[in-house]
């Protein structure tokens, strides 16, 4: 059963630095794009970053662009997203997701990143 | 990086149809048959209910169905069933292996 749990998320103030991390199983993951989308508080869906299955290609969504780093071990089986200078804004669920035909295919239950004071 | 428009919410009694609509650019929906929607109950993380436009992933039911015309893709439910009633999110592809999300629709089944 394909699975991907997220882990790391928590309080960090203004200006902090975060590690997000997302386990998968269940299916082959060093060929396979992942991605990561946020949701802040009420709020809408956001695509954050993605990453293709050898690590060649990265992309970030603007305003995380140069803040967020996403990486894979796929010895691990892992995805991860480093955050640093967190802002306010940056407050969300953050869910990882297995890419599938120019889409989020499969989503973990995502964790909370809160960035306050 | 604007997001896709959608309605805020539509509603329907159970049986009815409903359409959600997404209006993007000449630069995502207009230019790709790259359109994917979610479903989202409260306090659940999102589902695909349809991806390129048309097509279902196994176990979405047929009564969910995709379409697109120009820069306006849309989303059917027919035979509306209290267990649809959701947030419903278009996506569309965007050039450069990036993505953009809808607004979000709330789908009221009456």
């Known amino acids: 059963e394909l699975q991907l749990v997220e882990s790391g998320g928590g309080l960090v103030q203004p200006g902090g630095s975060l590690r997000l991390s997302c386990a998968a199983s269940?299916?082959?993951?060093?060929?396979?794009?992942m991605t990561w989308v946020r949701q802040a508080p009420g709020k809408g869906l956001e695509w954050v970053a993605n990453i293709k299955g050898d690590g060649s290609e990265k992309n970030y969504l603007d305003s995380v662009e140069g803040r967020f780093t996403i990486s894979r071990d796929n010895a691990e089986n892992s995805l991860y997203l480093q955050m640093n200078s967190l802002r306010a804004d940056d407050t969300a669920v953050y869910y990882c997701a297995k890419e599938g035909p120019y889409s989020a295919a499969h989503w973990g239950q995502g964790t909370l990143v809160t960035v306050s004071s | 990086q604007s997001a896709l428009t959608q309605p805020p919410s539509v509603s329907g009694s159970p049986g009815q149809s409903v359409t959600i609509s997404c209006t993007g650019t000449s630069s995502d929906v207009g230019s790709y048959n790259r359109v994917s929607w979610y479903q989202q109950p409260p306090g659940t993380a999102p589902k695909l209910m349809i991806y390129e436009v048309t097509n279902r992933p196994s176990g979405v039911p047929d009564r969910f169905s995709g379409s697109k015309s120009g820069n306006t893709a849309s989303l059917t439910i027919s035979g509306l069933q209290a267990e649809d009633e959701a947030v419903y999110y278009c996506?569309?592809?965007?050039?450069?292996?990036?993505?953009?999300f809808g607004t979000g629709t709330m789908v009221t089944v009456l």
């Open positions: 269940g299916f082959t993951f060093s060929t396979s794009w």
């Open positions: 996506s569309s592809y965007r050039s450069r292996s990036t993505y953009v």
